[in-house]
């Protein structure tokens, strides 16, 4: 396809009271992500130029989100909803700049794939004027169907007005149109609202187009691209067809998912070839793997990034700001928080790790933690190269610990240590002979009474 513009005419105008959420409809996240942005990432991966953004229930909040995801996204509001037609002409000043293309999709159906865009698009440039997302199903009541003959579209035929033959067909329209920027204007002037609902629909620029001798087909493209979310249901559904999706993507570039169905990525989620995923493994966004790793069951990451060879839990919790460097550990039940662990460093289990930098190959014993936090702010804890900090810890930010230095089991450290000092920071043992009996006597005595 030769290079040609593009606009894009997102429509995300609903209500979607049946989603029962103060929410907008298409603010509600698959994979971590707001629906009608995944409709703009498929419109950017498909060289979809330029996005127009049609919104109204809930306007503001809609474009604050378009807006921190594409800066300078223009956004138009429909004012009363009129039909499809009508919502395309709320952006009717993008329109008239004069695109080769123009892509028009819906803001709840976050499935759509870039790949049925450029088919799409690719139509136009072979000389096509309109072309229609079609999908088929053995099941097409409710749906509009797609008329052919000799392999044009001739009309889109509402389920209610089609004929006994014409029910039986299984290719339906899926509602994503793209159309040959010159012609646009003049179809969605030319649209009524001789209807039922007295609404100006989108797909009567199909027959409009064929009446002016213009050329229409279909694009065939599977089910999911076109399924419009509704209710909590659908977005159930759809988040199960994403997640299938995703798994056998990373499947196929080399990551090892011991059960797959149980894995959960997000939208973001980037894996290196070689990295072996066990059950039950959450990644939350902003997650970096960059191969080789292991990544043990019942692990919870987000906004972290893992290096070649490094190990992560069973039972592990990676926050935002998690640096695991080549070779190191986070063993089970950790938590690590905004922390460059280095490499080779190990913390093995029961511990908490945040706001800090932590040297190659330390080792934090079990259930040492940093005190990062007085209440009012977030302080940092620096551990050097090679230090070991003993079991049951816990250091008091601000704090630098040196290289190679040793901290004592069960030590509350407040003060700096030196390299290859030993720190203890903990009461003097005393111990009573035979106090331990005379206690339990005193004890149990205290019970019968």
């Not at 105008?13 to 409809?25: D, Q």
């Not at 339906?172 to 793209?178: F, I, P, Q, R, T």
């Not at 973001?268 to 191969?291: K, L, R, S």
């Not at 190990?346 to 079990?366: E, F, M, Q, R, T």
Request: charged residues 25%.
């Amino acid at each position: 396809m030769s290079e040609r513009s593009c606009l894009s005419i997102i429509l995300a105008a609903g209500e979607g009271t049946r989603m029962k959420s103060k929410l907008p409809k298409v603010l509600h996240k698959v994979a971590g992500l707001e629906m009608v942005l995944h409709v703009m990432r498929a419109a950017q991966s498909a060289k979809g130029g330029d996005i127009a953004l049609v919104v109204g229930h809930g306007a503001d909040r809609v474009r604050a989100a378009a807006e921190s995801f594409m800066p300078g996204v223009r956004t138009f509001v429909q004012e009363e909803r009129l039909g499809t037609a009508h919502a395309v002409l709320a952006a009717r000043d993008a329109i008239a700049e004069g695109y080769d293309d123009v892509l028009v999709m819906f803001g709840d159906t976050p499935l759509v794939e870039a790949e049925t865009l450029v088919r799409m698009r690719e139509g136009l440039a072979a000389g096509l004027d309109v072309v229609v997302m079609g999908f088929r199903t053995e099941r097409p009541a409710g749906y509009g169907r797609l008329i052919e003959k000799d392999g044009a579209l001739l009309a889109i035929r509402e389920d209610k007005d089609c004929s006994e033959a014409e029910r039986r067909i299984t290719f339906c329209n899926g509602g994503l149109m793209a159309i040959a920027g010159r012609h646009l204007p003049g179809l969605l002037e030319a649209v009524g609202k001789d209807n039922a609902k007295g609404e100006y629909y989108l797909t009567d620029i199909v027959s409009i187009a064929n009446d002016r001798g213009l050329k229409v087909s279909a694009v065939e493209a599977a089910y999911e691209n076109v399924l419009g979310i509704n209710n909590r249901s659908e977005l159930a559904e759809a988040e199960a067809i994403w997640q299938e999706r995703k798994r056998r993507e990373m499947m196929l570039s080399g990551v090892t998912l011991v059960a797959p169905e149980t894995v959960f990525f997000s939208f973001d989620t980037a894996i290196g070839a070689d990295t072996v995923i066990e059950p039950n493994v959450f990644f939350g966004p902003g997650v970096v793997i960059d191969g080789g790793a292991a990544i043990h069951a019942y692990s919870h990451i987000e906004g972290a990034h893992i290096a070649t060879g490094a190990s992560i839990g069973p039972f592990a919790r990676l926050r935002p700001g998690a640096d695991i460097m080549e070779k190191a550990k986070v063993g089970n039940f950790c938590e690590i928080k905004k922390t460059r662990l280095g490499p080779g460093a190990k913390v093995p289990h029961l511990s908490y790790v945040g706001d800090a930098v932590v040297g190659a190959k330390a080792n934090i014993g079990a259930g040492a933690i940093t005190c990062n936090y007085d209440g009012y702010g977030k302080s940092l804890t620096e551990i050097g190269e090679g230090a070991f900090v003993g079991t049951n810890s816990s250091l008091v930010a601000p704090l630098i610990i040196g290289e190679g230095a040793y901290i004592a089991s069960g030590s509350v450290i407040t003060d700096d240590v030196p390299a290859d000092a030993l720190a203890f920071g903990r009461a003097r043992q005393v111990t009573r002979e035979g106090r331990g009996k005379l206690l339990r006597v005193k004890l149990s005595a205290a019970r019968k009474k």
